[in-house]
């Protein structure tokens, strides 16, 4: 069972999406905030017990990333509705996790691929994420800040593209030989 405790972080941060949303619709930022920073830290404790425990698995391989991705989308998609970010940045956000999601989908159909770690852009993009989040729920916002996050978002999903075109490629070639 303690072997277990990282998945059930990343877990509780996937079941914590909705309050958070909820939230956020109800004008909570300082709430929203503190359940955010929260969050932040059992995506920490998910990866030091995986570590420390050497419970590293496939589900957590899987379920971190989503329980991140999940609930960063959700928050652009409020910040959209809301007003607190321009829709054309929660469309770059969003749209980039989407056509993760489909490509990683369609590799997992139709190659043997099943490993997609993550990239240092992916990861400096989800940092600028993050802190723009953050930033957003501290009543902090800039035309700078937004076209960071924009930058980075949009380079990151053309770097996972051009990765994913590589891994499609060479699964192909390795299918043919």
Known sequence: MIRQIPNLLSLVRL????????????GH?????????AAGVTDVLDGFFARRLKSSSQTGAYLDPIADKVMLSATFVAFGISGAAPLWLVAIVFGRDALMLVA????????????????VWGKLST?????????????????????????????SGLHYCWIGARMLRGSVLKRVS
């Open 15 to 26: 079941v914590a999406t909705p309050f958070l949303i909820w939230l956020l619709i109800l």
């Open 29 to 37: 930022r300082q709430s929203a905030l503190a359940l955010c920073l």
């Open 104 to 119: 990683i989908g369609a590799l997992l159909l139709f190659t043997n691929l099943r490993r997609f770690p993550p990239t």
């Open 127 to 155: 940092f600028v994420q993050v802190g723009f989040v953050l930033f957003v729920l501290a009543g902090i916002s800039s035309l700078v800040l937004v076209c960071i996050t924009a930058a980075a978002t949009a380079w």
